[in-house]
């Protein structure tokens, strides 16, 4: 089985300033795909950024950076120069490599972002 | 524009009347899923299916049916609503197997069962 777990229900941030979203998981499987996922009031789920687990490499998507530790699970977000329209649920999702393409979801943190 | 298209948005019903939530996507993704949200339990997967006429139970399937008879659209059934299914749900579909490969979500659907 997959857990995934964030350990922070609630996160805030000054504006422009850096905050980091943890996220820890759990799979016996060697081939798997991490992702952040972003909720904002609308609802909308919104990739924000996805790693390879065979790629030791951290992804990087513009002010959005990962801090993938694979012998420890750990999949943390890293958002800079943080602005008002990144306050939002962030949640972290795992998914196997098996055939069936279902994401494990964290329970979730919200972020605030304040002016 | 791609997109996955669920309706409706907001649904009001009374236990026991059989309701169905539809979920379409116009960008011919082989795999379609159904997730609810629950405050405090992330999305947890209710039904998936990995192409027309191929379902499977996900890890929350009790109280639910579903259906694939294209490949565009998967609607999710509820038989006889019960207030326990009070919770968000959302539709997603991706391109293949591939992992790496983005899933797309739809605006989700906020339904109360009263």
């Known amino acids: 089985a997959q857990t995934v777990t964030q350990s922070q229900p609630e996160m805030s941030v000054q504006e422009a300033e850096t905050v980091t979203l943890s996220c820890t998981y759990d799979?016996?499987?060697?081939?798997?795909?991490l992702f952040w996922y972003k909720q904002p009031p609308s609802r909308q789920m919104i990739l924000v950024i996805r790693?390879?687990?065979?790629?030791?490499q951290n992804a990087t998507e513009n002010r959005f950076s990962v801090n993938f530790q694979k012998a420890a699970k750990s999949f943390s977000l890293k958002i800079s120069d943080s602005q008002l329209g990144d306050a939002a649920m962030y949640f972290c999702?795992?998914?196997?490599?098996?055939?069936?393409?279902?994401?494990?979801f964290g329970k979730g943190t919200l972020l605030t972002v304040n002016p | 524009e791609a997109q996955v298209t669920q309706n409706p948005r907001y649904l009001i019903t009374v236990t026991g009347k059989k309701l169905t939530v539809t979920c379409s996507q116009n960008?011919?993704?082989?795999?379609m899923s159904w997730y609810r949200q629950d405050p405090g339990l992330g999305l947890r997967q209710i039904y998936y299916?990995?192409?027309?006429?191929?379902?499977d139970k996900g890890d929350v399937p009790e109280g639910y049916k579903v259906s694939r008879k294209e490949k565009r659209n998967f609607p999710l059934i509820l038989e006889s609503p019960s207030p326990n299914q009070t919770s968000l749900y959302f539709c997603?579909?991706?391109?293949?197997?591939?992992?790496?490969?983005?899933?797309?979500f739809g605006q989700g659907t906020r339904l109360t069962v009263v």
């Open positions: 790693q390879e687990a065979y790629k030791q």
């Open positions: 960008m011919n993704h082989e795999y």
């Open positions: 299916s990995m192409n027309v006429e191929v379902t």
């Open positions: 997603a579909s991706k391109r293949d197997r591939e992992g790496y490969s983005e899933a797309f």
């Open positions: 999702a795992l998914k196997g490599g098996g055939s069936n393409y279902k994401l494990t």
């Open positions: 799979t016996s499987e060697s081939d798997y795909y």
